[in-house]
Structure formats: C-alpha cells, structure tokens
C-alpha cells in the first residue's frame, strides 16, 4: 500500500488532482493544433482508451484560434500549452482552455503576467507550470549547474510569482530525460511544496524504450506516493501514452481499469501456442469492465497452482486445458474450445 503526499486539490475542467483524487492520465496530441478536425479526431481516439486530461500545443494565433472548435467537440478537459506569448495564454482562455501550461517567468512584464492571472482567477483555471532539465534559468545554472535543486527553486520561483498576486490554483512538473534526476526533483519538491504534482520522463523514447523508461521514473516516484497526475511521453502515436500509463497505476494498485490479466512467460514445458492464447485472451479481456483478475497458464504441472492467485484462469496442456475458477479445478476442455468456455465463465463472474 502506498502512503501518497498530501496535495492541495485543483480542478482542471471538472476532473481533481491532488488530495488522495484519484491519479489522472493526461496525453498531449502530436498533430497540428491549427488543423482542429485532426486534433479532434486525435483527441477521440484519446479519450476511448481512457486519456483523462489532454494538452494541445498553441504556439500561434491560428493554433489559439481554432481551440474553442476543438474545445466544442471533445469531452474531456483541455490544456493550452503555451510558452513565452502571454496573448495566447489569454486567447486561449477565452476559447474556454481547462488548463494552461504556462511558466510566469517566461511570458514577461508584471502587467502581462496579471493580465493572465487575472483571467485564470476570474474563470478558475488552473496553471501549471513546467520545469524542464534542458531549459533551466542561466543563473540557476550558474548557481547549481543542471540539478534537481536547480529545477526545484526554477519551479518555486515561477510559482511565487503567481502565488504573490493571490493566485495559488497550480500544479507543478519537473521533468528530466534523466530517470535519477528527474526522480531526485520530484523528491524535493514534493517536501518543498503542497502543490499538486503532474509527473513525467520528458523526453523518455520510442514506444518500447520510452515506456520502460517511463515505467521506471514515474514508477519509483508514485511508490514514493508522490505524483496526483501522469504523461507518459512517447516518440510515437499519443494512445500509447495512454495504455502505459495504465500499466504503470495497475502494477502500483493506484488505480484498477477493468480486468487484471496475467500471463506466464511460457518455458520448455509449454506445449501450446501460448503466445497466441495470452493476446487473444487479452485483447478479450480489456474489453470488459470487471474488477477481477484472469490468469493465462502454459501448463497442466505449475499452471493451476499458479492461476488460483487468479480469480479465474487457464491452465493450457497438449490438445486440451484446465479451467480453474477460485482456487479449484473446474473443467477439463478441448484446446480449441480453451478461450471460448474462459470468456463464458468469466462472464459469470
Ligand atoms: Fe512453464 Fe508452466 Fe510455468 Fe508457464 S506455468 S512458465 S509453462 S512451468
């Protein structure tokens, strides 16, 4: 059981973070933002796989311009990411934004940095800001050279400016493409700070690299019951973000979604082709909604015992397999009916 930090609570959009809510999964679309009807589509395809929160990138007029079309048409909160050009922080907000990334000290004079501060207080809107290892304030960089401390005070500092005019509805990210540093930031802050913290590996990869690299940083920091929302970053299609991040919650028990599947690796005593059984199964299985957990067993000699940790399993043999369904032996069936009297059996669970 993980003991999470304590976090003030912030709302983007209806969805909580922070306080014990449970840990959001935020993505970021990859298409350009100022073709509205492909970031649309992208942001559908987010939201079927379960992405909770999603950021669009508005680095123009044009991009701000087409958010409140987007914004019309998606069901799920929205993010401006903005960096420098504080009349696109307003713009955006206008469009009707859930959420702005934005860096206080970045966007300029007091006058402006109020003007959106203003805005976000009138409608609230949350800000976050966000730290990253590769960015970081010269000066910091003299003082500490590239470090967590660095990242740490960067992220406090821009939060104060907020923070001094009135305005404390903020969350924070520290991110580094270096899992150590990146967890070595998010330690500090999480002591330094009550803010909510959105938790990532910038920069991590591919999909295979990127989410084991992922899995690693952003697992140890939530076992250290830091973190109230997650991105997975990822060099490739942004639903990915989404099913890793997933894993990541289900492995830690902070968050359940649908069946718990396992799998055994198969060995010499495999005698089926249980690489195709374990898809198959689930692929079936992430489909339903139950709050249960189905083991796939590549043999009658440790298969049942193994899959009574289960609630239901298969233990596969030569031409035909064991149903075990809590704890004991239920039936013995042909091979090619394995899957087909598993699903039926799960549906009675
Ligand atoms: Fe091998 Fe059986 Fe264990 Fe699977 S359950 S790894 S087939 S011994």
Redesign the pocket.
């Known amino acids: 059981m993980i003991n999470r930090r304590h976090s003030r609570v912030i709302d983007v959009g209806g969805v909580k973070l922070g306080g014990g809510n449970p840990i959001v999964i935020q993505s970021m679309t990859n298409t350009d933002t100022r073709n509205a009807e492909a970031t649309i589509n992208q942001i559908k395809s987010l939201e079927e796989v379960g992405c909770e929160i999603v950021r669009v990138a508005v680095p123009d007029e044009a991009a701000a311009g087409a958010i409140k079309k987007i914004k019309a048409s998606i069901n799920i909160p929205l993010v401006a990411d903005i960096h420098f050009d504080y009349r696109l922080a307003l713009m955006s907000m206008e469009a009707g934004v859930d959420g702005l990334r934005i860096n206080p000290g970045n966007i300029g004079s007091r006058e402006r940095i109020k003007a959106v501060v203003d805005m976000a207080r009138a409608g609230n809107i949350p800000l976050r800001i966000g730290v990253n290892a590769g960015s970081l304030e010269k000066e910091l960089l003299a003082k500490y050279g590239v470090s967590a401390k660095a990242m740490v005070e960067s992220s406090l500092n821009h939060a104060k400016i907020v923070t001094d005019m009135g305005y404390e509805n903020i969350a924070l990210s520290l991110k580094a493409s270096s899992v150590l540093l990146t967890v070595e930031a998010y330690e500090l802050a999480a002591t330094a700070c009550d803010f909510p913290l959105h938790v990532g590996i910038t920069e991590a990869g591919t999909v295979r690299s990127g989410t084991i690299k992922s899995a690693v940083g952003i697992g140890i920091i939530l076992a250290k019951g830091i973190g109230d929302t997650i991105r997975v970053s990822l060099t490739g299609d942004p639903t990915e973000e989404i099913y890793a991040a997933k894993e990541i919650l289900k492995s830690l028990g902070l968050r359940r979604f649908g069946v718990e599947f396992i799998s055994?690796?198969?060995?010499g005593?495999?005698e089926v082709d249980l690489i195709a059984i374990a898809d198959k199964v689930e692929n079936l299985c992430s489909k339903l909604n139950k709050n249960i957990k189905v083991a796939v067993?590549?043999?009658a000699?440790?298969?049942p015992g193994?899959a009574k940790e289960a609630d239901i399993g298969i233990a596969a043999g030569k031409g035909y397999g064991l149903i075990v369904k809590k704890g004991e032996i239920l039936c013995k069936v042909p091979e090619e009916k394995l899957i087909e009297t598993l699903m039926k059996e799960i549906e009675t669970l």
């Open positions: 055994c690796p198969t060995c005593r495999t067993m590549g043999c000699v440790n298969g193994e």
